[in-house]
């Protein structure tokens, strides 16, 4: 027998802050070419590794949205755990758009996608965009990993209780 239970609606307060006690890591999305952008980001997962697939969030109202969808590619950049200002920078609304905005940064063109793939960066992907699914007000971008590459250095940036902590370097 199926049990109705009632449903409390849940407000985006109440769910920002019961989302902020779960850590992630945190990225740079990037689309290069003609719509050239940077977003932070940390909804961000690993999908499937035979074929390798991750998938990124992003809010419809977002430029990045209109950015991936014209590209249908971009580039991840999983920061370090000294690349809080990137992150900060990236996530600032105020910023210039376009080429402007990597003006500071260092970055290389990936070879597959021409998405900036950041200097400092603790790994790097480029994938072509392979689904896309509308859910709330919200893109799940699905993309099929295409390169990946890691620098030596493991330490990574993690956002938690709505602020950037530090990982150390894992131990071998």
Same mark, same amino acid.
């Given at each position: 027998m199926n049990e109705v239970v009632d449903r409390i609606p849940v407000e985006p307060a109440s769910m920002r802050s019961a989302m902020a006690r779960f850590a992630t890591g945190v990225i740079v999305l990037s689309v290069g070419g003609e719509h050239?952008?940077?977003? =932070?980001?940390?909804?961000?997962?690993s999908v499937s590794l035979q074929p390798p697939k991750i998938l990124c969030c992003v809010a419809h109202s977002a430029v990045m949205h209109k950015a991936i969808t014209a590209a249908h590619g971009f580039g991840v950049s999983i920061l370090g755990a000294a690349q809080e200002p990137v992150?900060?920078?990236?996530?600032?609304?105020?910023?210039? #758009?376009?080429?402007?905005?990597?003006?500071?940064?260092?970055?290389?063109?990936?070879?597959? =996608?021409?998405?900036? #793939?950041?200097?400092g960066a603790v790994g790097w992907l480029e994938c072509e965009l392979s689904e896309a699914y509308d859910s709330g007000d919200h893109s799940i971008f699905i993309g099929d990993v295409?390169?990946?590459? =890691?620098?030596?250095d493991s330490s990574g #940036?993690?956002?938690?209780?709505?602020?950037?902590?530090?990982?150390? =370097?894992a131990p071998e």
């Open positions: 050239i952008h940077g977003m =932070t980001a940390n909804a961000f997962s992150a900060r920078h990236f996530a600032d609304k105020a910023r210039p #758009l376009g080429p402007e905005q990597f003006r500071d940064f260092g970055f290389d063109p990936g070879t597959h =996608t021409g998405a900036p #793939l950041l200097h295409v390169h990946a590459a =890691t620098a030596q #940036l993690l956002f938690f209780n709505g602020g950037f902590r530090q990982l150390g =370097t």
